[in-house]
């Protein structure tokens, strides 16, 4: 993500720079963006961290802008939300997450935050620039839809044992 992100704003920063035009813009979307750019102190994130942090800070001018999906929005860090100028909050039950996103919203819509535990599957809280006025919103699947359903544990252990090739499987892992 590091080296992706710094190539990325490089590019377009040197386009604006040098030639003087604005690249066509540019979105970088940082998937589960909890697993490397977290609040945490951890020299294994710096590099990452700081990319995708100058990208929330400066990328707009250079034609660079972000997405940042996540489950666990209270573990990013808070200096790439408060780049942020539009939220779309879906179904958060964790409390630490609930007040994490009630704090990054003014606090005339922090109120708002209250039904997110509420949501169903594919509905969401926008707010931002993006709309006049807050609203819940309908996010239609994606077709195809991607394969990460949950395994359905309890049907696979009603079923009988299987034979499994631990050792090939180990062996394909190595490769």
């Not at 951890?42 to 707009?60: F, N, P, T």
């Not at 990054?104 to 535990?117: A, F, I, K």
Request: glycine share 6%.
């Amino acid at each position: 993500m590091s080296l992706i992100s710094r190539l990325m704003f490089d590019f377009c920063y040197f386009t604006r720079r040098l030639e003087g035009v604005i690249p066509q813009p540019i979105l970088m979307v940082y998937e589960e963006a909890h697993k490397y750019a977290p609040k945490s102190g951890l020299s294994r994130y710096k590099a990452s961290l700081a990319a995708i942090e100058r990208i929330a800070k400066e990328g707009r001018k250079y034609g660079i802008s972000q997405l940042i999906s996540s489950q666990r929005p209270s573990e990013i860090s808070e200096t790439i939300f408060s780049q942020c100028s539009n939220f779309l909050a879906m179904r958060l039950t964790n409390p630490d997450d609930q007040s994490y996103v009630r704090r990054l919203l003014p606090d005339t819509l922090g109120n708002l935050t209250e039904g997110m535990p509420a949501l169903e599957q594919g509905e969401a809280l926008l707010i931002g620039d993006s709309v006049t006025m807050p609203s819940v919103v309908y996010v239609e699947k994606c077709s195809p839809e991607p394969s990460s359903s949950d395994i359905r544990y309890f049907n696979l252990w009603k079923e009988q044992w299987k034979d499994i090739d631990f050792e090939g499987r180990v062996e394909n892992w190595r490769k």
